[in-house]
Structures are given as structure tokens and as C-alpha cells.
């Protein structure tokens, strides 16, 4: 996957000859996990004290989500995929894992914190949604499989049109009526065809992409940033009174995401490495496309955590990325380490 190193939406361009992370490129990665934050706190400021500039485009979110998954699709060459055939059972394991541990630990964070109907529909639709793109540069900075992530997340993206809708009427249905099938159609629609079409254009124009590839990951992060202006604008008295609440319940969440990420592919008797990165693809959620959704079939409340998660999961990101990073030698070094776990322990 071709991606530029300097945004947190695509992977760096990392060969498989190359040494794990040039320092020029840990450098530009770093400034992007730290800037993309920083971007959607501004976004999300500008649209709680000047609702106005939301509400002018808030009739443009679908389209603002198409962009960044076009920009996504561009990103996409056929090598990502041909992981699934070398080594389908470690992309098996993230993608079941992305649909599994998610929607059940958003269905459980809701219950456990009585959360208003509308708040528990957003953060179950969260959890519902496939794997954010900015957990690929947070698996490079861990020193974790890059290559594996991209490949999950483009598959657990592929499929969303299906699952997401399936699994928000089954776990959040209770709370608020939600017709699945067109949210399916708004998916493919808002995902499926764009990233296809990028992937196509990418296929015949691979050079002309080549060029403007730098560009892209701010096109992305600029998109991203419109939709939370436009959410937060139409939040702004439930930020107000459930703000904190919102906060909780995303950073348990994304909390529970990494670490049953992680045991998910340990208790299956994958390598470290391996289960480093189910951690950061389950833990990282398209909160883009669950905030657009959520505005759309629920209410612009049920889109707050959605933008909160935005916001959070690129911070607890940075965060486990260094952890990850700091213990990556001592854990790859260990032959003990590398061993998959026997599942009684």
C-alpha cells in the first residue's frame, strides 16, 4: 500500500527490505499522530462555539465521507489484498474480531453505564463500524504488521456494507428503530463504491496517482475534520450535559478494544507481533462513518460519540504505540515471547 508517512489516514511506505522505520519517516509519523489530534480538537471547538459554520454544511456529510474513502481506495493496490491468500488466517482473526469484540463491548459499555437511548445507539454503532485507517501508522510506529493492517482494515471496510447494518439493528435496535437496509445502501454508497473506484483509478492511472499520493492523507484528514465540525454544531446542548459521560464510555471503548484485541489473537495462538496489530485494528474504529451514520438514521446526539472517538482513539493510539514500540525488541527477541500462549494460561 502506497501511503505517505506523514498522516496518520495511510501507512508509511515502508519495503520489506527496508529497516523497521527510517528515522526521517518515525519522525514525519510521529508529527502526524500529533497533528491529527490537534486538527479534530480545532474542528471540534469550531463547531461547538460557532454552531453556525456546522449547520452550513452539515447537509454535506455523506459527501464529505465519500472523499475520504475515495482518498482511502487510492491509497489501495492488489498486493493489499494478496495477504489474504498467503496468510488468511491472521486477516481472519482481525476481521472477526473487528465485528465481534467491538459491537459487544459497545452494547456492554452502554448497558453498564445506563446511557441515554440515543448515546448507547452511537457508541454501539461505533463499535459496529470497520477498522479506522489511522490504526495503520499506529502500527508502524509500534513496529507491529503494517502490511497486516492495511489488509484488515480494506477487508473489514469491504464487508462493512453488510455487517455494520446487520449487527447496529441486532444490538442497538432496542434502543432506537433503525432501517437496516438502507443504511446498508447509504454504505455502499458513502464506502463501497468510492473506495472501488479509487482502487480502479489507482489500477489504470498508477503513475498520476503516484504524484498527488502525499496529498491525500490530508484530504482525508480534512474531510474527517468537516464532519465533526458538522456534528458538534448539532451536539452542542447534550456536550453540554453528557459530555463527561460520552468521554467514559468511549475510553472504555476503545480501552477494552486494544486489550481484547490482543487476547483475541493470543488465545487463537498468534505470534506478538501478530496480536500487536489485532490490538490496533480493533481498538481503532471508522468514527467518520459511524458519526455520518448516526446523524443520519439516529440523531445528531447519537453522532457525539462517534466524534468524541474521533478525537480519542488517535491519542490512546500515540500512547500505545510507544508502549508497544519500547517493548517490541525485548518481546521479538525472546523466543518465549514469540510463542503463542496454550490457551489454558
Known sequence: MSQNPSSPTSAPPTPPSA????????????????????????????????????????GYTNLFLGIIMFAMGLTLTIPNFSLVLKRPLPVLIGVLAQYVVMPLVGFAVAWVL????????????????????????????????TALSVTMTSISTLIAPILTPVLTLWLAGAYMPLDAGEMALSIVKMVLIPVIAGLVI??????????????????SVAGISLVVIAVVS??????????????LAVVLHNAFGYLLGYWFARVLRQPIRTARTTSIEVGMQNSGLAATLAAQYFSPAAALPGAVFSIWHNLSGAVLAMYYRRTAQRQDADPRDRRAPAVSR
Open 19 to 58: 529497516p523497521a522505520g527510517s528515522t526521517s519517516e518515525d519522525r514525519s509519523a510521529r508529527v502526524a499522530v500529533t497533528v491529527f489530534p490537534v486538527l479534530i480538537l480545532a474542528a471540534a471547538a469550531l463547531g461547538f462555539f460557532v454552531p453556525a459554520a456546522g449547520q452550513a454544511i452539515s
Open 234 to 247: 448539532g451536539s452542542a446542548d447534550q456536550i453540554v450535559s453528557a459530555g463527561a459521560l460520552v468521554l
Open 114 to 145: 445506563q446511557l441515554p437511548p440515543e448515546l448507547a445507539a452511537g457508541v454501539i454503532l461505533v463499535g459496529c463500524a470497520p477498522g479506522g485507517t489511522s490504526s495503520n501508522v499506529i502500527n508502524y510506529l509500534s513496529k507491529a504488521d
Open 202 to 219: 489507482r489500477l489504470v492511472l498508477s503513475r498520476l496517482v503516484d504524484r498527488i499520493l502525499p496529498a491525500l492523507p490530508w484530504v
